[in-house]
C-alpha cells in the first residue's frame, strides 16, 4: 500500500512553475509533518521543505523564496510550488510524512515519487 500519493511532476521549461500535490491515502497526515525531499541523479534525498502539523512552513535556505510548501486539509493533500524553475532542480520528488527534521530518516510514510525535468 502506497501512504502518500504523488502528482504534478513532469517537464517543465526553465523559469517556469509546477506546482507538486501530495495527497494521503489514510490518515498518514494526522499529528506529523509533511516534507518534501528530492532526489537528482547520483544523489541522496536532500530535504526541499516541510509544513508542520501547526501549518508552520519549513524550507532549506537556498531554496527559500522559489519554494512554496501549502496544505489543504479539507483535501488531505500538500502542495510543493515551485517557480521560476532552474535545470538543477530537476530530480525525483518526494513527499513523506512523519517527524519534523531535514533527514529522510525522521519520516515513517513515503509517496513514490514524482519526476520533475526542467530544460533550459
Known amino acids: 500500500q502506497v501512504a502518500l500519493i504523488e502528482s504534478g511532476g513532469g517537464v517543465a521549461q526553465a523559469g517556469g512553475s509546477l506546482r507538486l500535490s501530495c495527497a494521503d491515502s489514510?490518515?498518514?497526515?494526522?499529528?506529523?509533518?509533511v516534507a518534501w525531499f528530492r532526489q537528482a541523479p547520483g544523489r541522496g534525498r536532500d530535504f526541499v521543505a516541510a509544513i508542520r502539523w501547526d501549518g508552520s512552513p519549513h524550507y532549506v535556505d537556498s531554496l527559500r523564496g522559489r519554494f512554496t510548501v501549502s496544505r489543504n486539509s479539507a483535501k488531505n493533500t500538500v502542495y510543493l510550488q515551485i517557480d521560476n524553475l532552474k535545470t538543477e532542480d530537476t530530480a525525483v520528488y518526494y513527499c513523506?510524512?512523519?517527524?519534523?527534521?531535514?533527514?529522510?530518516?525522521?519520516?515513517?510514510?513515503w509517496g513514490q515519487g514524482t519526476q520533475v525535468t526542467v530544460s533550459s
Open positions: 489514510g490518515q498518514f497526515f494526522t499529528g506529523k509533518a
Open positions: 513523506a510524512a512523519g517527524r519534523y527534521s531535514d533527514h529522510p530518516s525522521t519520516y515513517d510514510y
